[in-house]
């Protein structure tokens, strides 16, 4: 995960606990019939916009940083492209190996040799 999208992915969890702490304290204030019930939720409501917005700036921040280092995610990348030729070759690799070899397994016995424990 990039540097600016963690800063915001932590601000938001700090930003959501706070907020959640906040409606307890409120719930436990109404509970008890305090006088500080009325403001706690109206600053609970006031905090629950704040770390709505704090979640949507992860998501915000994540996209503003893949458009602009140009992370690519479609299935038909150039890095799947590549990995197929990659295996192609091994394939051949390993076909040219067997043929060299004789098609023998490779501890080098001969048939007569499979009955030897």
Do not use: K, Y
């Not at 492209?81 to 070899?101: L, N, T």
């Amino acid at each position: 995960m990039p540097d600016a999208v963690r800063t915001a992915a932590v601000r938001a969890v700090l930003i959501m606990s706070l907020t959640i702490i906040q409606a307890v304290v409120a719930f436990l204030c109404t509970l008890a019939g305090s006088w500080l019930a009325f403001p706690m939720v109206l600053s609970g409501v006031a905090s629950t916009v704040v770390a709505t917005w704090a979640v949507l700036d992860v998501w915000v921040t994540r996209q503003v940083w893949n458009q602009r280092h140009g992370v690519v995610s479609e299935p038909s990348s150039t890095a799947r492209q590549m990995r197929r030729e990659r295996r192609r070759a091994q394939r051949a690799a390993r076909a040219a190996e067997r043929d060299e070899a004789g098609g023998r397994i490779r501890g080098g016995r001969s048939t007569g040799d499979l009955s030897r424990a």
